[in-house]
């Protein structure tokens, strides 16, 4: 018993994280296509103006027999705007100008002067009076046949998303009428995830109106709402055999519901966590280096997030861009403070942690009321760029918000380069030797106090890094270092010091241990029982989960 | 108290205490000192308060009165800290949550004394119960209808809170950052679980709206001059006993902890057990500050947990001067005095102007006012923290 919840986290970890990986991978295609297309998209546009124009003089023009096949020639035209057309044709509310023979849509059609807009463009074109207006004329059959038209209509359009979307809705929609036009469109449907949605609506219908024991074997494994609702509905059923068998279909859906359950709850941790971590590693640097206890990391990390806000200030027109450039400059601006704050008041407190805290909490302080008094107490709008907004959609059970998606990838690469700076340059080599033995690193020449300047200020730019990253998914106010400090500190201490390794993992864990706790404990709770962790756990390892070890650990 | 601090044979320390511990502090001039300022800053308060009718240049108002009572409370919340942070060396960020548990002890009987004179008229429940839809008192407000048990619970929830969790810390040598980090945020764990409505401590809102306390109502002038005179008194004691602790030979011992933590427990003694039966005493004095304040303002709220009230009360001490005790009344009074002033003023500059006070007491005044009046008059020091004493 206790081997299998065990297998199955296990199991579950695997599949998130070959999700997240096929994820980033569907991210990265489509971003530079827009442009690539725009010339060859416009000569599509006005071939297929023309095109829709000659079908609509067709409409306007036609015998009742002729224009039943106009509108199926229109609805198979994959033409966008067809759906408008039609749905307005049945409601008396497509039209042609007597003058100029443009084909008008009616906005309103009360008194002399109706409101119109062009059909093919969709620009308003003001009032004009009803009689120059010349409505194309339908009769009941055109209604019906344009019914079961406009029900599948959306089945036909080019984009694949769209008729993603539709064929979604249709689950659990479809009556009688619809299926042979359904069969239709399914049999032609080229796209695999539209056609098998398609099968799936069908077989809803089946199910719920032939009791299909082979419907049963098609909703087998799907993750919709819809195709749980049928099965539930035939496992009432009074044939043993259907009920039997949609039972059986609907454990294995709630197995795989789980597992998505498992994959999300472990997004979501991870995504916190990878906050954590990134709110964590520049304190854990100036702590593991200087001793220093950095009240005012949380602040700093709050001027980080006023720089992105105040980038995008200055670019309003492309947040985008603004956010990109806050990268380099939320790291400068803190880094900047962050060196003022060592030289004006760390120096010359120098071993002497205690005091170092509470001046540097004064200083968080005068931080924040500083932002109040000079931009304001109230929370700033912070706009998250398009190509960050969104979610991705893994299966119909299991969706992944983009931004958060996009902080934890940030999140590694901080992390990458902080590792690489620390393993890979001079300078982190003099900080290492500096964090192992002070007196001795001097001894053998490293300037301390450089060292002190400088990791102070990588430390604080990380803490700038962490507030641009949070002004994405946080509302930005005077008070958003607070809300971070003491999980950060939760994080540094739980890590181990000086240990950049060490803040990944405590971070990580942290980060999912609370999103664990959550559904079961609630927010509040689970915070309360993370720290109560912590408190216990630190009993247990004063120095964390990866102390430093040999002559480096008395310090 | 000699097994407390030694394991066995330790060495026996000299024999400067000849009289009883506890009588030692009244021998003392600068205790005595002490002492006769604040009976007689009492003494005066009340008798200006009684002798003159109000509209008097001389009458001191019941507002006034009930504010010095105040600023009385943080002194011992103050003296508390002191204890821990002058001659123990354990700067606690969370002793906030000693003070608010005391506070929330005393909040609880007073609730339970308004009885059916409450808004919905229930005898047995308090209003925000009612509110919420509870049918019965949880288990933990049993008992708090009854004066001595609550006023026992005012020092036992947060001495056994300090003993539980000050066992766990000492007995594992957390010290230093870590266990200001790791008080911090005990007091930050509590903060959020008293918001909760569920714990049955009415959530955001506290407890508020008392009526009397031990038949007293609570609204008359007398009561609250005789609060104020309380809350003297209880500073009084309060300091007389971390005098007589810290002139003690386990005072003598803490320091040595507090200098050189690793050679005292080489030198044979129980660190951990007189970190923790400082730790225990300074948390019990925190919660009586946290009772007395309590009926003063007429409210307990999870506020009082908040991590800057905590560090705070640290900045008060270090203004006033570590390891003086007098150091912290006086820091407490006036930075509280200074804030009363300025939030009235101007309440945007008051955050600016605590910040500056954190960066300049320490860069500058590491031996706070105690520091510079010892200076000045040119007398050899009390035992002051030393420089690198972390």
């Known amino acids: ?555 | 108290m000699s097994d407390l601090i030694s394991s066995h044979q330790a060495p026996s320390a000299n024999a400067v205490n000849s009289r009883h511990w506890l009588a030692q502090p009244f021998t003392e001039k600068a205790t005595q000192r002490f002492l006769l300022v604040l009976l007689g800053a009492v003494a005066l308060v009340s008798v200006l308060h009684l002798a003159f009718p109000e509209g008097h240049p001389l009458h001191v108002s019941t507002y006034t009165v009930t504010l010095l009572g105040k600023y009385l409370c943080y002194a011992l919340l103050a003296v508390a800290v002191d204890l821990i942070w002058g001659y123990l060396g354990i700067l606690s960020l969370g002793h906030g949550a000693f003070f608010a548990l005391g506070g929330y002890a005393m909040g609880m009987y007073l609730m339970r004394q308004i009885g059916d004179r409450g808004v919905y008229g229930n005898p047995d429940l308090p209003d925000f119960m009612v509110f919420l839809n509870w049918d019965s008192l949880p288990w933990y407000w049993h008992g708090f209808d009854m004066a001595w048990f609550a006023f026992a619970m005012v020092v036992l929830a947060p001495g056994i809170l300090a003993l539980v969790f000050g066992f766990l810390a000492f007995r594992s040598r957390v010290t230093g950052v870590y266990l200001s980090i790791i008080t911090q945020a005990l007091t930050f764990a509590l903060m959020l679980a008293f918001f909760r409505n569920e714990m049955g401590f009415g959530g955001n809102n506290g407890l508020t709206d008392f009526k009397d306390l031990l038949g007293f109502d609570l609204r008359s002038d007398a009561t609250r001059l005789g609060l104020f005179i309380g809350s003297g008194l209880a500073l009084a004691v309060g300091y007389i006993l971390c005098r007589a602790i810290v002139s003690s030979k386990l005072g003598r011992v803490s320091v040595a902890c507090r200098d050189a933590e690793a050679r005292t427990r080489f030198l044979g003694y129980r660190v951990e057990r007189v970190q923790l039966f400082v730790f225990v005493i300074s948390a019990m004095l925190a919660g009586v500050a946290g009772a007395f304040y309590v009926p003063q303002v007429g409210i307990i709220n999870p506020g009082e947990f908040s991590p800057l009230f905590s560090i705070e009360v640290v900045v008060w001490v270090a203004l006033g001067g570590r390891a003086t005790l007098y150091g912290a009344v006086i820091g407490a009074l006036l930075v509280n005095y200074a804030k009363t002033v300025f939030t009235g003023i101007m309440p945007d500059a008051w955050l600016f102007a605590l910040g500056a006070l954190f960066v300049l007491v320490t860069v500058f005044l590491p031996q706070g006012i105690a520091g510079l009046m010892q200076q000045r008059f040119r007398r050899r020091p009390e035992p002051t923290a030393e420089e690198n004493a972390a």
């Open chain 1, 1 to 555: 018993m206790s081997i299998r919840p065990s297998l199955r986290s296990a199991l579950s970890t695997l599949t998130a994280l070959l999700m997240l990986l096929s994820a980033a991978a569907v991210q990265a295609a489509p971003q530079a296509a827009p442009d690539a297309q725009a010339t060859p998209q416009q000569q599509k546009v006005n071939a297929q103006d023309t095109q829709a124009a000659a079908l609509l003089n067709q409409l306007a023009d036609g015998s009742y027999h002729n224009k039943a096949k106009t509108i199926e020639q229109i609805a198979d035209s994959s033409d966008e705007r067809a759906r408008q057309w039609l749905e307005a044709f049945a409601a008396n509310k497509l039209a042609r100008l007597e003058d100029s023979g443009e084909f008008v849509i009616i906005i309103k059609n009360r008194g002399r002067h109706w409101t119109i807009a062009n059909a093919l463009t969709g620009e308003p074109m003001g009032k004009r009076s009803r009689r120059d207006i010349d409505v194309i004329r339908v009769n009941n059959q055109l209604r019906n046949q344009l019914q079961d038209i406009l029900s599948v209509i959306d089945l036909k359009v080019s984009d694949p998303e769209r008729r993603l979307a539709a064929a979604r809705d249709l689950r659990g929609k479809v009556t009688a009428e619809m299926t042979s036009q359904l069969r239709k469109v399914y049999v032609d449907e080229d796209h695999a995830e539209v056609k098998s949605a398609l099968e799936e609506a069908l077989a809803i219908y089946q199910l719920d109106t032939q009791q299909d024991p082979e419907a049963i074997e098609i909703l087998d494994g799907s993750l919709s709402s819809e195709a749980r609702a049928a099965l539930n509905r035939a496992a009432q059923s009074d044939q043993p055999e259907l009920a039997a068998a949609a039972k059986k279909a609907l454990s294995g859906i709630q197995d795989k519901l789980k597992l998505n359950r498992a994959a999300e709850t472990l997004y979501f941790g991870l995504s916190l966590g990878s906050v954590l971590v990134l709110a964590a590693i520049g304190l854990a640097i100036t702590f593991g280096v200087m001793g220093v206890i950095n009240m005012a990391h949380g602040e700093l990390m709050m001027l980080g997030a006023y720089t992105t806000w105040g980038m995008q200030q200055l670019l309003p027109d492309s947040p985008g861009l603004a956010l990109v450039l806050s990268i380099p400059a939320g790291f400068l601006v803190a880094a900047l403070v962050g060196i003022g704050i060592e030289r004006s008041v760390i120096r010359h407190l120098q071993g002497r942690p205690l005091e170092t805290l509470l001046a540097t909490f004064g200083i968080s302080l005068i931080l924040q009321q500083l932002v109040r008094t000079v931009i304001s107490p109230l929370n700033r709008t912070v706009i998250t760029p398009e190509w960050m907004s969104g979610s991705i959609m893994i299966n119909e059970a299991l969706s992944l918000t983009l931004n958060r998606l996009y902080i934890m990838g940030f999140a590694a690469l901080v992390f990458i380069g902080l590792m690489m700076i620390m393993r890979k340059t001079r300078l982190g080599l003099e900080v290492r030797a500096v964090t192992q033995n002070r007196a001795m690193a001097r001894a053998m020449g490293i300037r301390a106090t450089r060292v002190d300047i400088m990791t102070f200020g990588l430390g604080s730019g990380v803490a700038g890094l962490a507030g641009v990253a949070l002004s994405q998914i946080t509302n930005v106010g005077p008070n958003l270092g607070q809300n971070y400090i003491i999980d950060s500190f939760m994080v540094v201490v739980f890590g181990g010091v000086g240990n950049l390794w060490g803040t990944l993992v405590a971070g990580l864990s942290l980060g999912t241990l609370n999103q664990l706790l959550e559904p079961w404990a609630g927010a509040v709770l689970a915070k309360i029982v993370v720290l109560v962790f912590i408190i216990l756990f630190i009993q247990k390892r004063p120095r964390g989960l990866f102390p430093q070890k040999g002559r480096a650990a008395e310090g």
